[in-house]
């Protein structure tokens, strides 16, 4: 049976969202100069809009928010198999704000971004597996 065209339009938008947040962080932590704390921001959208994704497809409401803890804990009801990639997403949370203004932490390396965007790309794929084919961007 066919999936409405509108909610697989509208999760589709979700992920693309978040692939385009993946592909801003890789530009911003490989290109010259580097900018591995705005990189960690994208990684931290990356995460945050493929749960919504996923809790969009599934009907379930979300607020808006930046709380990856929360996010992935409202995932982990409907699949219990993401409990601990959640569990790691959480460490992305604070990447939506921390490095957003002057005064907070010094800089972060290069390597500590990749890692979270690897971890980023990892809720990304989780997501995509467990949704059906037609939303896949």
């Known amino acids: 049976m066919p999936h409405d065209a509108q909610k697989v339009a509208e999760a589709r938008e979700w992920l693309e969202r978040a692939v385009a947040d993946l592909e801003s962080a890789v530009l911003l932590v490989r290109g010259t100069p580097t900018h ?18 996923f809790l969009f497809w599934h009907a379930v409401p979300f607020r808006k928010t930046h709380d990856l803890r929360m996010l992935g804990a409202d995932c982990v009801q409907l699949d219990g198999s993401l409990s601990s ?29 990749e890692e979270a965007i690897q971890l980023a790309h990892d809720v990304y794929e989780a997501v995509l597996a467990r949704l059906p084919v037609d939303v896949q961007p």
Request: overall charge negative; cysteine-free; charged content about 25%.
């Open 36 to 53: 591995p704390d705005t990189a960690l921001f994208h990684a931290q959208q990356a995460a945050e809009k493929a749960w919504k994704a």
């Open 85 to 113: 990639l959640a569990e790691r997403a959480e460490d992305l949370t604070q990447f939506a704000w921390v490095f957003r203004y002057p005064g907070g932490p010094p800089t972060p390396s290069s390597e500590e971004a």
